[in-house]
């Protein structure tokens, strides 16, 4: 995690830290901007870093609440879980690593299969340990 990556504590909010960066990552690219500014009071670089954040360390974060009798069935998944999890974090670090980040580059963000596997896998997750 770099630096200014702000640490998420639980699994619930890293799973809001990700949908809100990915809604704001939306707005952003949806703005065509040529090069990195503040829209809506935000910089696009504070929710990437955020998103780092909630994204590094995520699959342990959900392992941890998986109830005991559910940990055999769930192993699989979060397996699955981890790998995309670094999927997503590789390119999300990738573009912090950019000097100038434009709509453009968060629009390809925003396209990217390692991201939006995430978050399916995030909504599928929140779904399937809801409590009954």
Known sequence: M???AVSVPCLADRI???EEAYEFMLAYAAQGVMEETIVGGENIRAFLH??????????A???????AD???SSAA??????DDAAKALAVVRLVLGCPSIGSQLIDNLNASLHLR????D???LDEAFKPA
């Open 61 to 67: 974060a959900a392992a941890s609440g998986v109830p």
């Open 122 to 124: 995030l909504f599928l």
């Open 117 to 120: 596997t995430l978050l399916t």
């Open 2 to 4: 770099s630096d200014q």
């Open 70 to 72: 559910r940990a055999q």
């Open 16 to 18: 809001e830290t990700v």
């Open 77 to 82: 998944f979060l397996q699955l879980l981890g």
């Open 50 to 59: 955020r998103l780092e954040g909630a994204v590094d360390g995520l699959a």
